[in-house]
């Protein structure tokens, strides 16, 4: 009842879409397209999709292309809207024996990807009760390849959103790994890859190690070449596992260690442990008093660096970060690394005895209490600082040009995560390409920089900082929803958040009704405006009509103009002319129900069409035949003969060779 009050009563006949002529604005997920007027297959998609509540097929009056289906995740009120057709989702929202969440996808947080069989939802369920750091999965499957679905294993449940072709679920229960930690020689594992690294010939531990210390790895393979060279054998982490194969050269094993959880949210006592970026990066910047190290201490930089890597305690950090302050080469580049592996590595983090949290900013944000990014964006931020103080003291490298270069295109050297604590410039031919190239090695030597240091903004200044960031954001979000371009959702959804967290909800959505009703205004005036020009377009052809003088393109006009209005004029056309368009049949079919004219009309139109078949096939055997009959005599006036040749008084002279076409014109007998 709240249905037929809301949307009206659709139209009755099978053959026409339920409201033709309507539309439902917004709430649009995706818009595949579909063939021209094909209402059916938008419906399937809709019902298809278990987020879809509506949807709405539109056909561009100015082509003869296909139409696009837009489906929505929310069903409004109608409007009038001559090009586009609607109707509402007909089948249950969750098929029966499918995924737990049919039609959703979770927001970000992806950690890896792998491609499964088509629709093969349970294939990513299991590579997520598999993996120890997999709190959720999302499978999609795209319209341009129907052989394969992708998975996408999520460390976290994030916002759950309608998405297109795509099923989600929470992750079930963890799943005992097999074996766990036995190595197999003469195996390896065929799955989707982390990563792979060199490690030294038959070295195992090494590539258990890389594993154990990676909260996303699930297991490993170590492909060891025939010829026992140094660092020749490759170690590959995987997040996901299909198989355990033969493999001849190679080592494989389980993950040994189960992924420890993360710990939960201070209280009491341990919200000691909280610190801004700001204050924690204060802490642990380069303050440089050059000595000379020992040769006891030289030597113990590479073990403390890979210690950390390999997840060790923190004591291990503060001896390297005392050994770098002395201003040595060695160290300072050892600590960039480290901070540079904690800030971007896959499956990396600080110690787990770090005696800091960072606290999420008081700004709103995509950030929240005791989120990873916070721990990666502070040891970012250090990186910064070290490779500043290095290429001042060393001059250029490779891993210290990859940390300045994230402040290129800084705002006075403050990017929204943190505030860089330099200002880079180029003189010369240097530019910021020139510094990636060196980063990545496709320079050998270090470009021209100027660095200016300057006092690090406050955890103020940076709130400050971060807020007109997102305001402006906010500000341009409310624009575009004012304007009523297309929107996604996680936009829309960032927007209503930050609205709610900074008490701008009421002011928000006056200022959007204002917008939009201001925007319909102008949408039915221009609607009105197309309306007059039809109806004088109209006029002038039904003079023409009158008088004898209507060309034939001018009657495809008329049927269009017709079938826009959907009125007498299309009853009229269809009793006078006939109609050829599947665009007005399907409009005549939904305006007209009481009468036989739709159905009249659709044999008139296919038996139109049969008769431009058969005539089609009428002049394609004729033009064959006519083919034939010239590819033949071209053969027969190829056809080389000999034949007599005689003088003036009919004496015979020899033979000559001529074509026989030649020979029948001379008049000429073959030999």
Not at 69 to 74: E, N, P, R, V
Not at 462 to 483: C, G, N, P, W
Not at 539 to 551: E, M, Q
Request: neutral net charge; proline residues 5%; hydrophobic residues 35%.
């Amino acid at each position: 009842m709240v249905l037929a009050w809301l949307f009206g009563a659709p139209a009755q006949t099978q053959d026409a879409p339920p409201y033709p002529g309507q539309v439902s604005h917004g709430a649009d997920y995706a818009s595949p397209s579909v063939g021209r007027g094909d209402w059916k297959a938008c419906e399937k998609i809709c019902n298809d999709n278990g987020a879809c509540k509506m949807w709405a097929l539109y056909s561009d009056p100015a082509t003869t292309g296909n139409s696009v289906c837009y489906i929505k995740s929310a069903a409004g009120p109608l409007e009038p809207w001559a090009t586009i057709d609607s109707g509402l989702r007909t089948a249950p929202e969750r098929a029966e024996g499918g995924a737990p969440l049919q039609g959703y996808g979770y927001e970000g947080n992806d950690f890896l990807s792998f491609a499964a069989g088509r629709n093969d939802w349970k294939a990513c369920s299991k590579a997520c009760d598999v993996n120890g750091s997999c709190k959720a999965w999302s499978l999609y499957s795209p319209d341009d390849n129907k052989d394969v679905s992708y998975c996408w294993l999520k460390s976290r449940e994030g916002n759950l959103t309608a998405t297109y072709n795509t099923v989600s679920g929470p992750k079930t229960a963890q799943t005992p790994i097999p074996a766990p930690g036995r190595i197999e020689k003469g195996t390896a594992f065929v799955g989707q890859a982390l990563y792979d690294s060199s490690v030294n010939y038959d070295d195992t531990a090494a590539c258990k190690v890389q594993c154990e210390t990676n909260r996303y790895c699930v297991a490993w393979s170590l492909f060891n070449p025939e010829k026992k060279n140094a660092s020749s054998a490759k170690c590959h982490l995987y997040g996901q596992v299909s198989e355990q194969v033969k493999f001849k050269t190679a080592y494989s094993a389980w993950r040994a260690l189960p992924v420890l959880e993360e710990p939960a949210a201070p209280i009491g006592d341990e919200m000691l442990r909280w610190r801004s970026l700001e204050e924690v990066v204060a802490e642990f910047a380069p303050q440089v008093t050059p000595r000379t190290l020992t040769a006891a201490e030289k030597g113990e930089i590479a073990g403390l660096e890979l210690a950390i890597l390999q997840g060790g305690s923190f004591s291990y950090f503060r001896k390297l970060d005392a050994l770098a302050r002395t201003g040595d080469k060695a160290a300072m580049k050892a600590m960039i690394n480290v901070l540079l592996e904690i800030g971007q590595g896959h499956g990396r983090d600080w110690p787990a005895d770090f005696p800091y949290k960072v606290r999420p900013t008081q700004s709103f944000g995509e950030r929240s209490v005791g989120a990873v990014p916070l721990q990666k964006d502070t040891a970012l931020a250090l990186a910064m600082r070290w490779s500043v103080q290095y290429w001042q003291m060393h001059g250029g490298d490779p891993r210290a040009a990859m940390a300045l270069s994230q402040c290129v295109n800084s705002d006075r050297g403050r990017l929204y995560r943190y505030d860089c604590g330099f200002t880079i410039s180029f003189p010369g031919k240097s530019n910021a390409q020139t510094l990636s190239n060196y980063a990545f090695g496709d320079m050998k030597s270090p470009p021209e920089i100027a660095l200016a240091t300057h006092e690090p903004a406050t955890a103020v200044e940076m709130e400050q900082f971060r807020y007109s960031v997102e305001k402006a954001k906010f500000d341009q979000l409310v624009k575009a929803r004012i304007s009523g371009a297309k929107m996604f959702d996680w936009d829309v959804d960032w927007m209503t958040r930050f609205a709610e967290a900074k008490g701008l909800t009421d002011q928000m959505n006056a200022s959007i009704a204002r917008g939009q009703a201001i925007r319909m205004q102008i949408v039915a005036e221009d609607a009105e405006r197309r309306r007059r020009d039809l109806q004088g377009r109209w006029d002038d052809l039904y003079r023409r009509h009158g008088a004898g003088s209507l060309a034939s393109e001018d009657v495809g006009a008329m049927e269009y103009i017709a079938a826009v209005f959907g009125d007498e004029k299309l009853l009229w056309f269809s009793d006078t002319y006939g109609l050829s368009s599947d665009y007005a049949l399907g409009r005549l079919c939904a305006v007209d129900t009481a009468s036989a004219r739709c159905q009249n009309q659709t044999n008139a139109v296919n038996q139109k069409r049969a008769d431009a078949a058969a005539l089609a096939a009428a002049v394609a055997a004729h033009n064959a035949g006519v083919d034939a009959a010239r590819q033949a005599g071209l053969q027969s006036s190829l056809n080389i003969v000999e034949v007599r040749t005689y003088d003036a008084n009919g004496n015979y002279t020899g033979t000559t060779n001529m074509s026989q076409t030649q020979a029948e014109i001379v008049g000429a007998r073959p030999q």
